[in-house]
């Protein structure tokens, strides 16, 4: 049976953490169908929002928001509601929540950076990445002008894009840009002391360890429709959605122990082999509860206000 966007509602893909960034929420861009689809589909104790969940530069110059995109919103506070813990943490789209940071929202966590612990015990980095782009600062320059300086600016962008959609040209940064953007997140993610770095921002979803870290960029949901998932036995696969493309199992990221979240030996059945093909997972029914790479039981209360711009997470 097929729930009101296409897709089957019976479809379960049980994860230990999902990462999904640049929504672009109040855009005519953002696929929220498909989304929404990922989002009733998939069982997990954690979500990160990886920045420009929500266009508010878009929204600033031009109002636009659709039934779909409160659908969206109104999925993720009914799964926080339910356990999932979710924390968002602001891109450049989105940066008038930095001065949110430390709060919650809806019971959903606003953090400047976290840091992911996987089962298997690996630390990964989890920032927007448009701190890595010296681009911004034009934008911010022409903010400065003017309203109408800023939305012409916009407007002007947008038809740029949809131009060169139309013509069958890529869109977004050429190679040499997202060669500088991969490697200041891998320094930045040494310099933390992580064993990978996860971002979205520049809208091209990858995974490798090319640069000493596992590199994880979770893409977009405007064009590429991808997210990052941690499984439960601590591996990364890059989703594309609906279901119908994975990363080569070349780029899988193990390490030589890994830790079982659910309690049990590594191995165990839970539904369907943890190596199986993505597609021979969907559809297994949850097995038990997923602990959380968190201090604490899933969904448990922090007491408010954070108190922190950024978080550690762990098993």
Same mark, same amino acid.
């Given at each position: 049976?097929?729930?009101?966007?296409?897709?089957?509602?019976?479809?379960?893909?049980?994860?230990?953490?999902?990462?999904?960034?640049?929504?672009?929420?109040?855009?005519?861009?953002?696929?929220?169908?498909?989304?929404?689809?990922?989002?009733?589909?998939?069982?997990?104790?954690?979500?990160?929002?990886?920045?420009?969940?929500?266009?508010?530069?878009?929204?600033?110059?031009?109002?636009?928001?659709?039934?779909?995109?409160?659908?969206?919103?109104?999925?993720?506070?009914?799964?926080?509601?339910?356990?999932?813990?979710?924390?968002?943490?602001?891109?450049?789209?989105?940066?008038?929540?930095?001065?949110?940071?430390?709060?919650?929202?809806?019971?959903?966590?606003?953090?400047?950076?976290?840091?992911?612990?996987?089962?298997?015990?690996?630390?990964?980095?989890?920032?927007?990445?448009?701190?890595?782009?010296?681009?911004?600062?034009?934008?911010?320059?022409?903010?400065?002008?003017?309203?109408?300086?800023?939305?012409?600016?916009?407007?002007?962008?947008?038809?740029?894009?949809?131009?060169?959609?139309?013509?069958?040209?890529?869109?977004?940064?050429?190679?040499?840009?997202?060669?500088?953007?991969?490697?200041?997140?891998?320094?930045?993610?040494?310099?933390?002391?992580?064993?990978?770095?996860?971002?979205?921002?520049?809208?091209?979803?990858?995974?490798?360890?090319?640069?000493?870290?596992?590199?994880?960029?979770?893409?977009?949901?405007?064009?590429?429709?991808?997210?990052?998932?941690?499984?439960?036995?601590?591996?990364?696969?890059?989703?594309?959605?609906?279901?119908?493309?994975?990363?080569?199992?070349?780029?899988?990221?193990?390490?030589?122990?890994?830790?079982? %979240? +659910? @309690? #049990? &030996? =590594?191995? !165990?059945? $839970? /539904? *369907? %082999? +943890? @190596? #199986? &093909? =993505?597609? !021979?997972? $969907? /559809? *297994? %029914? +949850? @097995?038990?509860?997923?602990?959380?790479?968190?201090?604490? %039981?899933? @969904?448990?209360?922090?007491?408010?206000?954070?108190?922190?711009?950024?978080?550690?997470?762990?098993?």
């Amino acid at each position: 049976m097929a729930d009101g966007y296409g897709l089957p509602s019976a479809c379960h893909l049980r994860v230990r953490a999902l990462f999904i960034s640049d929504l672009h929420l109040g855009t005519r861009d953002c696929q929220a169908e498909r989304l929404l689809g990922l989002l009733h589909s998939c069982e997990t104790g954690l979500i990160y929002l990886v920045g420009d969940v929500v266009d508010g530069w878009r929204l600033k110059v031009r109002w636009y928001w659709p039934r779909s995109h409160d659908d969206i919103v109104r999925c993720l506070l009914r799964k926080q509601q339910e356990g999932t813990r979710i924390l968002y943490i602001p891109g450049n789209h989105d940066e008038f929540l930095r001065d949110s940071i430390g709060l919650r929202l809806g019971g959903i966590e606003v953090v400047d950076q976290a840091m992911h612990q996987g089962a298997d015990g690996r630390r990964h980095l989890v920032v927007h990445g448009d701190r890595f782009d010296p681009r911004l600062g034009r934008m911010r320059q022409l903010a400065a002008l003017g309203i109408w300086v800023y939305a012409a600016a916009v407007l002007a962008n947008d038809a740029v894009i949809r131009w060169r959609r139309r013509m069958g040209s890529k869109t977004g940064r050429g190679p040499a840009c997202v060669a500088r953007f991969e490697r200041a997140l891998a320094a930045e993610a040494q310099r933390q002391q992580a064993d990978g770095g996860i971002c979205g921002h520049i809208h091209r979803p990858a995974m490798h360890d090319r640069l000493g870290v596992q590199y994880i960029n979770t893409g977009d949901w405007v064009e590429a429709c991808t997210a990052a998932v941690e499984h439960l036995d601590g591996s990364f696969e890059m989703l594309h959605w609906p279901v119908g493309w994975r990363m080569p199992p070349a780029v899988a990221f193990k390490a030589d122990t890994m830790l079982d %979240p +659910l @309690g #049990a &030996p =590594l191995g !165990a059945p $839970l /539904g *369907a %082999p +943890l @190596g #199986a &093909p =993505l597609g !021979a997972r $969907l /559809g *297994a %029914p +949850l @097995g038990g509860q997923v602990a959380s790479p968190v201090a604490g %039981p899933i @969904g448990s209360p922090l007491g408010g206000s954070l108190g922190r711009a950024a978080v550690t997470l762990h098993s």
